[in-house]
Nanobody
Framework: QVQLVESGGGLVQTGDSLRLSCAAS????????MGWFRQAPGKEREFVSA????????YYAISVKGRFTVSRDNAKNTVYLQMSSLKPEDTAVYYC??????????????????WGQGTQVTVSS
């Protein structure tokens, strides 16, 4: 289990960029696979992106592939989600999540055992 805090959300216009950050506690951050999820009102929380322990492998939902980039800085205990070419349909609360126990990548909510509080991203037309 690890404590996670997201930041960087805000109100932007279509086509703008935004970078989200997720700060984690502890010196064992590099042991965790990290994921990003988002949830819009009335919808289920959906997978956005994930990154392996060492940052060498990244994964994306089809809806964001080519526009979003996930990265991590283990020395700073932080994972990032760089979002570009934002669309109104990207509007949601964005959550970071952590999963320990190996290098397996998880694409569902149930695959993660630690969650941040979420940060709101709103993209206007």
């Amino acid at each position: 289990q690890v404590q996670l805090v997201e930041s960087g959300g805000g109100l932007v216009q279509t086509g703008d960029s935004l970078r989200l950050s997720c700060a984690a506690s502890g010196r064992t951050f590099s042991f965790y696979t990290m994921g990003w999820f988002r949830q819009a009102p009335g919808k289920e929380r959906e997978f956005v992106s994930a990154i392996s322990r060492d940052g060498t492998s990244t994964y994306y939902a089809i809806s964001v592939k080519g526009r979003f980039t996930v990265s991590r800085d283990n020395a700073k205990n932080t994972v990032y989600l760089q979002m570009s070419s934002l669309k109104p349909e990207d509007t949601a609360v964005y959550y970071c999540a952590a999963r320990g126990g190996g290098n397996t990548i998880y694409y569902t909510v149930s695959g993660y055992d630690s969650w941040g509080q979420g940060t709101q991203v709103t993209v206007s037309s």
